[in-house]
C-alpha cells in the first residue's frame, strides 16, 4: 500500500510492520509548509510495483531497483566508508568501528541516490543493506561476461584480484530486516539528491538551529579539575585572549561515574556558584554524563521498576520509552543541573561497544519493561535520551545544544552534535560529509597531537563542523601548550608555546568570524532541510569527480574547505564548477577541476563561491561580545549572491522559527544594501556592517 | 529433551530445530569404540534444568550456567582473541577480520569450560554467544556493588573506566540463534577440559591423519609460473638441498580465475607429464582453485541447475548440498587433477569477505535449489566443499591433504589446513592455539618477512603448527634470496642470501626431524581426540597463568614451543608444572613458573618434558628419504614417557587405523626397548633407531 503523505514523500508499507519504529516515535511535526515550497513532484520517484518484498525465516526482504549509473550515500555516520555503492552494510549500534561493515555510533535505515531520491526503512532492527553488491545469476541470463580476469591473466596482488568482482556489479538493493515480518519504506523524492536530503530533514521537523553560543568555542577540561581548578582555568582562557564560549566538565563532577550516581562530587561544593561565576565570564556549562544509573544514585530505586533487565557498568539502564523512567531522570537532573543554569550535557556511552577489550552496554536480547528488547532500545537509545532532554528544557523555557554517541533517523531537530573516542584524523573529516546524508551532525573533536602542526590542522578540520570542540579530558592544561600527554600532566609546558597559542589562536578567531554565517546556514537547515556542513556530491551530483570525494565540505553554500589531514605539506583538491576564490589571497580559480597546492600555507585551505557577499564577524573572545555583531563584509565578483543573516531575541530561549529577524545583506552594483527580510521588534542585538570589501 | 548419545555426549532438544543442522549433515561415524576408553562420566556435567530456553522474534534464546571460576575457550579459529570469557562473538563466517567480533574463516558454535565440558549449538545460523558479558539486574537483587570505580575516583584513560565493568561480570552464559525456533544441544562431558575436546573430537570421528608427505615441507610458487619454471623451481630445491615435499600451483595453472574455469592453462601443456615429472623427484603437487564457475568452464551449463541465485566474482555457487553439484564438480575434477596424480588442493575463498575494500562472496538471504539460504551456506560451504573432496580421493583410492578457508563443526576428520590472508605474526601463532579447541586444523604461513630474522621466526613459529608452508605466490625467487618483493621479482637477490638459506634450511631441518613425532601425534589426535597442537591451558587448565596463554603451542604431550613473534631478543615464557628441559642446551628447568630468555639465541625456543624418549629423524630433503626413518632418539632424565610411532604401509592409500603398524619406544633404566604394539606385514617401510642419547 502506497501513500503520499506529504509533498514529494510517499509511505510504502510491506507485510506487517513491528509495532515499534521510528516514524512511530518521532515526537516532532513535519514541517508541511517549507516542504510544500520545495519543487513539485508528481510521481514517487521509484515504481512501487518495482519494489518487492518477501518474509523469510530471516526476517523481511525488501528488493528496490538501482540503476548502473546511480550513487548511493548515507545510512548515517559511516567513519571508514562514503559512497555506499557496491558495498554491503548491516546497521548496528557501536563505538569505535574499527571494520567497515556498517557498524556505527549513530546508523541510520536511510540512504540517497544521485538520481534524486532518498529511501527510509523504518525499522529499529540492526538491517543489512546490500547497496548493489549482490549479483543475481539471472541478471545475465545465466552468463556474466564481466566477470573474471582476462583469460590467461594472473596477478599478483589481492587488490586487482578483488575488483574483477565490481565490473560484475549488477544493481539492485537488498535490505534484509531481521526477525520482522513487515516493513514501511519512506521515499522521498528529489528532483535532486539534495532536495531528498531536504524533504528527510523538513520531513524529520526541520534542521536544528544551535543557539549562537553553541558555535562558538567549546573546551573540556581535566576530568578531576575541581570547582576551584576549572573557574582558574576557565579565566585563563579570558587572561590569554583564547575564545571561548562553552566550558565542558567531565565525569568527576559526580561522586560515581561507570556507571553514574548523577550526584555533584565533593569536588565541586557549590555548582550553583560555579555556573553563575562562569556565566558571568560569558561561559556556558557543559555536563558529562551517562544514564546508566549506580546503586549509590538516589535515583536508582525509583528507577529499578523503569529499567531493563540487564545491567550496564554494573548500573541500571532506564527504560526511556517509559514516561516514568523519563520523569525520574529528567526532574533529578532539572534540581540540580538545570535550574542552576547548566546549559546542556554531553550524553556519553549510549551507543555500546563490542570492539574493544571489554565489550560492555546492555545485550540485544533483553526485554526492557515497555516491550523493546536490547536491539530496538540499542537503536533507540541516544534518540530517546536527547528528545528527553530537549524536552527538559523547552518545559523550562531554555534552550540547550549539546553533545550525544548515538543518533538514529529523524535527528535533523535535535540539538545534539555526535562525537567519537576514535581519533583518526581522515575519518573524523569524513564524517562530516557521510553524516550530512541522514540528518545528523558530527564534531571532529580535538584533544592531543602528534606535533604543533598537526593539532593546527586538526583544529582547522572541526571549523568545517557544527562544534569546534577542544576535548582536553585527561590533560591538566591546554594540548596547545604541549601536545603530549604525560609531559602536559607533568605541567612541562613547550618552551614555544606561546608561538603554538598564536596559531591556534588564528584558528579559533576564524571560527568566530564565521559564527554569523554559520548561523545563517543553520537556519536553512531548519526552513529548508539544507545541511550546513556537507559532501560536494550533495550540491554536485552530476560530476563523477565528486562521487567519492570525502575531504573536502560544503559550508553552508558558498564556501568551500578542504582540510589538511595530518602534516601534509601539498594538497590536491576539486573545484566544483563555476569559478571559486581562494579565501586568504582573493586568488580566482576556474572551476570544475583538480587543483594542486603545490606548498601549503599554515591556513586551512578555503575557498569562496564567486558572486559571494559574505560577512566575517569581528574577532571576538565570546559570541556575547560587541565584535561578534560588527560584521566586515566581503563581496567577491559581481556580488550576485546575497546572503540571510539571523537574529535572534535570545540565545537562551526555545528557537522559534517565527520569532527571528532577518536580514538580507546584497550587492547593489555599487554599493551594499542591509535591508530585513522579517524584523521582530524584541531583538535583543542585531549586525551592523563596520566594513565591506570588494574581492 | 535430554538423550545420552555416546559415552559422556548428552543432547537436549530445546524448541524445534531447523530441518538443516551441522549435525544431520556430518557424514562420518562417531568413534564410539575410543570414546568408550575415555572416563566414565554418568551425569551430565550441566543440569538440564539449568539449560532454559525462549523464543523470541529475534530468533532462539538459550541460558546456560557459568561459575565464576569458569575459563571459556573455542568457538572456532578466533586471530583476536583467545580466552572468550566476559566476550560477546557473532559467528559471522568472514575472512580477514579485523574486528574481534566472532567474524572468522571458521567460527564453530563450540566452546569448552576450563570446568570440564563442552557445548556444541548444533546450528548453521550466525550465532551470538554472550560468554558472561550480559549482567542481569536480578542477579544483584537490583544493586551491584562492585559496579563502577571507587567513588570520588576519575581515571584520565579509557582502559581503566571500561574495566570497571569486568568486576561486575555476572556468570551466564546466553546464545541466540537468529531466525530459529528451537536448537539442540550437544554437551560433551570431561572430566576434564582436554577430554571434552576429546569427545567432541572423536564424536566428530576423530582427528585426520596426514599422509607423511604432508608433515614435511610445503612451497607455494609464483602464480604465473609455466610448467618450465616450475619444474626448474623445484629441481633448485633439490640442488640447492633445501627440503620440500609438496609444490603447490596458484591461481595461473587456470585458463580463468576470479571465476574459475577450472581448465589448464596453455602455461601448463601437459600437466600429467609435469606431477609425474615432479612425483619422479619426490615432490607432490597441490593446486589452488575455488568453486565460483566461470561462464567459459566446460561445466557451468551443468552446474547452472544446481547453483545459487547469486554470483559470485561472476561465477556461479554452485549448490553442493545437492548430489548433482558435487557429481558434476568431482567428475571433472578426478579426470583433468585428480588422475594425473595431483594430490590434493588449496580451496580458497569459501569465505568470503564484507571487510575488504570490495565486498564479495553471495548474499546470505539468496536461497539455493537444495532450500538452504546464502547464511546457511556460508557456514557450511567449506566444509561441503572438503568432504566432497575427501570422497573424491576415497573413491579413487586415494588420501589427499589440502589447504582450506572455511570450515565449521565436527571438522576434526577432514584433511584440509585452514590458512589465511592476514598476516600478523602474533595472531597467527594465536590461531593455532584457538583452532586446537574446535578440531581445526590452522597454518601460520610465510610468505615475505620485513628482515632476514623476521622471516627465520616467522617459519619457526611454522614449525609448531599441522602444515609448515611457504607461499610466495607472488614472488619469483625464494623469500630467503630476497623478502623483499619489488627487488625479489626483479631477480635483485641479496647479496648474502646463501648465508640465509643456510638458518632457514636449519628451521626445515628442525621440522623434518619431528616428521615422526608429529605423524604420532596425529594418530593420537584420530584415536583418542588429542589436537596435536594446542594451548597449554588444554594440559593444564587448573594453572590461571595458562588462562591467557596464547602464544606458547603444546605439541604433542611432551614438547612445548615459545615462538619468538617478530624479531625480538627476549623472551619470557611459561614453564607448565614439572621438570622442563630446553630442547637445544640440554638445561633443565623447573617448572610452574615464568623464565626469561635475556638473550634469545637464533633457534625457536622449545622445551621437552623431561622423561620424555623423544625420537627425531635425520634431516632429510623428504620424507620418502631413507634418513627420514632413521631415528636418532633422546631420553631425557628417567625415559619414564615411552613414545608410539606410527608406521603405515603407503602414505597415498587411504588411512585406516587398524591397517597401521604401532611402535613402541621406552626406555628400560639402561636400554632403548623397540616394540611393536601392533604388526602388519604389508608395511612399505619403517622406522630404524639409528643413534640412542640419553640427556
Chains 1, 2 share one sequence.
Not at 527510509?120 to 545475465?140: E, I, Q
Not at 533517523?409 to 573524523?428: E, K, M, N, R
Not at 557521510?434 to 584533544?447: H, Q, V, Y
Not at 586568504?584 to 570544475?592: D, I, K, P, Y
Request: aromatic share 10%.
Amino acid at each position: 500500500m502506497i501513500t503520499l503523505i506529504a509533498p514529494g514523500i510517499w509511505k510504502l508499507t510491506l507485510g506487517t510492520p513491528e509495532a515499534l519504529t521510528p516514524s512511530g516515535l518521532a515526537d516532532t511535526t513535519p514541517e508541511h509548509v517549507h516542504l510544500a515550497a520545495l519543487p513539485l513532484v508528481d510521481a514517487c520517484p521509484l515504481q512501487p510495483a518495482a519494489i518487492t518484498a518477501t518474509s523469510t525465516p530471516r526476517g523481511f526482504q525488501v528488493r528496490l531497483p538501482l540503476q548502473s549509473t546511480e550513487q548511493l550515500y548515507g545510512l548515517g555516520l559511516q567513519l571508514l566508508s562514503f559512497n555506499q555503492t557496491g558495498l554491503k552494510k548491516t546497521l548496528r549500534v557501536n563505538s569505535d568501528p574499527i571494520a567497515d561493515l556498517g557498524d556505527s555510533h549513530a546508523p541510520v535505515p536511510f540512504y540517497v541516490s544521485t538520481a534524486g531520491y532518498g529511501i527510509l526503512v523504518d525499522t529499529t532492527r540492526y538491517a543489512t543493506f546490500y547497496c548493489g553488491s549482490a549479483n543475481p545469476v539471472a541478471a545475465a541470463g545465466g552468463h556474466d561476461p564481466c566477470g573474471g580476469l582476462p583469460p590467461d591473466a594472473p596477478v599478483l596482488d589481492t587488490d586487482t584480484l578483488y575488483a574483477a568482482r565490481k565490473a560484475a556489479a549488477y544493481r539492485e538493493v537488498v535490505v534484509e530486516v531481521p526477525g520482522a515480518a513487515g516493513v514501511s519504506l519512506f521515499i522521498f523524492a528529489g528532483p535532486s539528491l539534495l532536495e531528498a536530503v531536504q524533504r528527510y530533514n523538513l520531513f524529520s521537523g526541520g534542521g536544528v538551529v544551535p543557539p549562537r553560543w553553541a558555535l562558538g568555542v567549546w573546551y573540556r577540561g581535566r576530568s578531576d579539575f575541581t570547582q576551584e581548578q576549572t573557574l582558574a582555568f576557565a579565566q585563563q582562557f579570558r587572561d590569554e585572549r583564547m575564545p571561548c564560549d562553552v566550558f565542558g566538565l567531565e565525569p568527576g563532577w559526580q561522586t560515581q561515574t561507570y556507571s553514574c550516581s548523577h550526584v555533584w562530587s565533593s569536588r565541586f561544593p557549590d555548582p550553583a556558584a560555579l555556573v553563575a561565576d562562569l556565566r558571568e565570564r560569558h561561559f556556558r556549562v557543559n555536563l558529562w554524563t551517562h544514564v546508566f544509573t549506580h546503586p549509590t544514585s538516589p535515583i536508582f530505586q525509583d528507577l529499578l521498576p523503569h529499567s531493563g533487565p540487564y545491567t550496564t557498568f554494573g548500573g541500571l539502564v532506564p527504560d526511556f520509552l517509559q514516561p516514568e523512567a523519563r520523569e525520574i531522570f529528567t526532574n533529578h537532573y532539572k534540581k540540580t543541573t538545570v535550574d542552576i543554569g547548566v546549559s546542556g550535557f554531553k550524553l556519553d556511552e549510549c551507543d555500546g561497544s563490542d570492539f574493544i577489550k571489554s565489550p560492555w552496554s546492555f545485550p540485544e536480547f533483553g526485554v526492557f519493561p515497555s516491550g523493546a528488547d536490547g536491539e530496538q532500545m540499542h537503536s533507540l537509545f541516544g534518540t530517546l535520551q536527547q528528545r528527553m532532554m530537549r524536552q527538559l528544557y523547552e518545559r523550562n523555557g531554555k534552550r540547550t545544544f549539546g553533545l550525544v554517541r548515538n543518533a538514529h533517523a529523524f535527528a535533523a531537530p535535535l540539538p545534539f552534535v555526535l562525537y567519537s573516542d576514535l581519533y583518526d584524523h581522515g575519518q573524523f573529516v569524513r564524517g562530516v560529509c557521510t553524516a550530512g546524508f541522514s540528518g545528523l551532525l558530527w564534531t571532529p573533536e580535538i584533544r592531543h597531537a602528534g606535533s604543533g602542526m598537526e593539532l593546527v590542522r586538526r583544529l582547522q578540520s572541526a571549523i568545517a563542523s557544527p562544534m569546534f570542540l577542544v576535548n582536553a579530558w585527561y590533560i591538566k592544561n591546554p594540548p596547545w601548550k604541549q601536545w603530549e600527554t604525560k609531559a602536559n600532566n607533568a605541567d612541562q609546558l613547550l618552551p614555544d608555546w606561546p608561538e603554538w597559542q598564536t596559531k591556534c589562536r588564528a584558528v579559533f578567531d576564524l571560527r568566530m568570524q564565521l559564527v554569523p554565517y554559520l548561523h545563517a546556514a543553520f537556519h536553512r537547515y531548519a526552513t529548508e532541510g539544507i545541511p550546513p556542513f556537507r559532501a560536494l556530491v550533495m550540491d554536485y551530483p552530476d560530476c563523477p569527480d565528486a562521487h567519492r570525494l570525502d575531504d573536502q565540505i560544503m559550508i553552508g553554500d558558498r564556501l568551500m574547505a578542504a582540510p589538511i589531514i595530518g602534516t601534509a605539506l601539498t594538497r590536491t583538491l576539486w573545484l566544483p564548477p563555476g569559478m571559486w576564490v581562494d579565501f586568504w589571497t582573493g586568488v580566482r580559480h576556474e572551476g570544475n577541476r583538480h587543483l594542486d597546492l603545490p606548498q601549503v600555507h599554515e591556513n586551512l585551505p578555503l575557498f569562496v563561491k564567486d558572486g559571494s557577499v559574505l560577512p566575517l564577524a569581528r574577532p571576538s573572545l565570546h559570541t556575547e561580545a560587541a565584535e561578534s555583531f560588527e560584521l566586515d563584509v566581503r563581496v567577491y565578483g559581481n556580488g550576485a549572491l546575497p546572503i540571510t543573516l539571523l537574529e535572534e531575541a535570545s540565545p537562551d530561549a526555545p528557537f522559534a522559527a517565527d520569532h527571528v529577524n532577518l536580514l538580507t545583506l546584497s550587492w547593489d552594483i555599487s554599493r551594499l544594501v542591509v535591508a530585513p527580510v522579517r524584523y521582530r521588534a524584541d531583538l535583543s542585538r542585531g549586525y551592523t556592517v563596520a566594513h565591506e570589501r570588494k574581492i
